[in-house]
């Protein structure tokens, strides 16, 4: 009986953050076929007694050294053809991660200059800005690119896989507190509205943005302000919903 008679079940896990001014994802170098040299989302096979969250939340520890983040199932990725001589079903999650908490696990670092990585598409593993070619929730593939700019080849239907994460975030982002996965404990509504804009690709007015996130009752001031910065510290809030997203 030919191997694609026995699918086989895996999960990929899309890690983003948001920094820099861009949504970016990591991304593994594919040291094996299908897709050897190009780039990939970390991922792995489904135990036979495991569930799909554990798997996913096994790959994101092994592979990322990341725990306690924010993991949520996205789409079932099951196209006959979607792997080259073999019938191979994933089960497609996102993890949202601050910077501060990617900085702190040293994948910042690993993925651009200045850590052994020389940022370029040539790296094992980069954090890689997502390029979105559509509006609004469209929908579709997405491009990516390395941190020297060069455009990045990604493995077998990775490109559509992080493009429904970005159409995910983008119909949630009004009705659920997803922007806030994106930041640390505390933050500024500056920077609160750019995680916005990152998600969205576009920019938001100031004034009205800041007036509806002030009445939602989603977030409260902390009493405290920034530190060490150039210009005046801007006070600093923290999310007052823990309802999962």
Do not use: C
Not at 80 to 108: F, N, S
Not at 166 to 174: E, H, N, S
Not at 190 to 202: D, K, N, P, S
Not at 225 to 239: I, V
């Amino acid at each position: 009986m030919a191997s694609h008679d026995h699918p086989s079940l895996t999960v990929d896990v899309a890690i983003l953050t948001a920094t820099g001014g861009g949504l970016h994802a990591l991304l593994v170098r594919r040291d094996e076929d299908p897709g050897r040299g190009r780039y990939a989302l970390p991922g792995g096979s489904v135990g036979r007694d495991e569930s799909l969250d554990l798997a996913a939340e096994r790959v994101l520890a092994a592979k990322a050294g990341l725990e306690g983040v924010f993991l949520e199932q996205l789409y079932t990725f099951g196209a006959p053809d979607r792997v080259p001589r073999a019938r191979v079903v994933t089960v497609a999650h996102y993890a949202l991660v601050d910077e501060e908490r990617l900085a702190g696990a040293g994948l910042l670092a690993a993925a651009g200059p200045g850590s052994g990585g020389s940022g370029d598409a040539s790296d094992p593993a980069i954090l890689a800005r997502l390029r979105v070619p559509w509006l609004d929730e469209e929908g579709g593939a997405v491009g990516a690119e390395a941190p020297d700019g060069a455009a990045v080849a990604l493995a077998l239907d990775h490109a559509e896989i992080l493009g429904t994460a970005v159409k995910r975030l983008r119909g949630k982002l009004d009705y659920a507190p997803i922007g806030f996965q994106l930041l640390p404990e505390r933050f500024t509504l500056r920077r609160l509205q750019e995680v916005h804009e990152t998600i969205l690709g576009r920019r938001l007015n100031k004034d009205s943005f800041r007036r509806r996130m002030l009445a939602s009752a989603q977030i409260a001031p902390t009493g405290k302000r920034e530190e060490e910065t150039p210009h005046r510290p801007a006070e600093l809030y923290r999310f007052t919903r823990h309802s999962a997203v």
